[in-house]
């Protein structure tokens, strides 16, 4: 009999790969560069398309529950998130980005709670990508705002004694690389530490079977807990989005 290595066990699960494991099937091989996470990306892009059409069908004079969530997570992204932190003029141009990133997040990290599915957004490359974008936004937008007075005035706030205007530019300058390193690692290490968590009940159910009891019923609630946890991390890194950006375009604020 193979010995069972819990250690192999949690990062089977969590890790990347080029096969793609479902229960009670043969690996699946994947061709080329595709790898596990990459399918999960393709399959949660086409997931949130259907979703977001059938929310949006016209014919429905009678909206769903499953609507009525999307037009309260629009509502409050709009009035809770965006206008406080950027404005009403940003916010009604960063609305949209903002929303397709709270229901992108969601979907792929509810995919990773699916048994036959895995965890996108536990990888480091894709939190990262995201980050880039709000990195682009935050640099990119306050460059064609106002170009290199506009950059100089948003990393260098004025009022500020003269003597302390290089240290203060230092400072914002790595904070501004420190907060989207932030957003790529918060999502990447919240996501991945619930699924090692609830891996590790699981094997630990596996190797004693005397506390399988105890350990299993860990494994269910960090699961639970894991549904709220995607939610949450989602808004979190759509919030913060919104604050990185909103204080780079309106420094004075």
Same mark, same amino acid.
């Given at each position: 009999m193979?010995?069972?290595?819990? %250690?192999? /066990?949690?990062?089977?699960?969590?890790?990347?790969?080029?096969?793609?494991?479902i229960p009670l099937l043969p690996p699946i091989h994947l061709p080329g560069l595709l790898t596990v996470h990459m399918l999960m990306l393709?399959?949660?892009t086409v997931i949130l398309l259907v979703l977001m059409l059938l929310a949006c069908r016209k014919e429905d004079r009678v909206p769903t529950g499953f #609507? %009525? /969530? @999307? +037009? &309260?997570?629009?509502?409050?992204?709009?009035?809770?998130?965006?206008?406080? %932190? =950027?404005?009403? +003029? +940003? $916010?009604e141009k960063f609305t949209p980005l903002l929303c397709t990133l709270f229901f992108f997040i969601l979907v792929l990290n509810m995919m990773g709670l699916i048994p036959f599915f895995s965890t996108a957004t536990g990888n480091i490359n894709l #939190?990262?990508?995201? $980050? &880039? *974008?709000?990195? !682009?936004?935050?640099?990119?937008?306050t460059l064609v705002?106002?170009?290199? @007075?506009?950059m100089w005035h948003a990393l260098v706030p004025p009022g500020i004694p003269g003597w302390f205007v290089p240290i203060m530019f230092v400072i914002e300058v790595f904070l501004l690389f420190v907060r989207c390193v932030a957003l790529? =690692?918060?999502?990447?290490? %919240? =996501?991945? $530490?619930?699924h090692i968590v609830i891996t590790a009940f699981l094997g630990l159910s596996l190797l004693c079977v005397w506390t399988a009891p105890l #350990? &299993?019923?860990?494994? !269910?609630? &960090?699961? *639970?807990?894991?549904?709220?946890?995607? *939610?949450?991390? $989602?808004?979190?890194? @759509?919030?913060?989005?919104?604050?990185f950006i909103g204080h780079m375009y309106h420094p004075k604020h």
């Open positions: 193979k010995h069972f290595d819990l %250690n192999d /066990f949690i990062m089977h699960h969590v890790g990347d790969s080029h096969e793609w494991h393709m399959i949660g #609507t %009525n /969530f @999307v +037009e &309260f997570c629009v509502e409050y992204i709009y009035k809770e998130i965006a206008i406080p %932190n =950027m404005g009403h +003029e +940003e $916010a #939190t990262a990508g995201l $980050a &880039f *974008l709000i990195f !682009v936004l935050m640099v990119g937008g705002r106002g170009g290199l @007075v506009g790529a =690692m918060r999502l990447f290490a %919240n =996501m991945i $530490a619930g #350990t &299993f019923a860990g494994a !269910v609630g &960090f699961y *639970l807990m894991e549904i709220a946890v995607c *939610l949450l991390q $989602a808004f979190i890194f @759509v919030l913060l989005s919104s604050i």
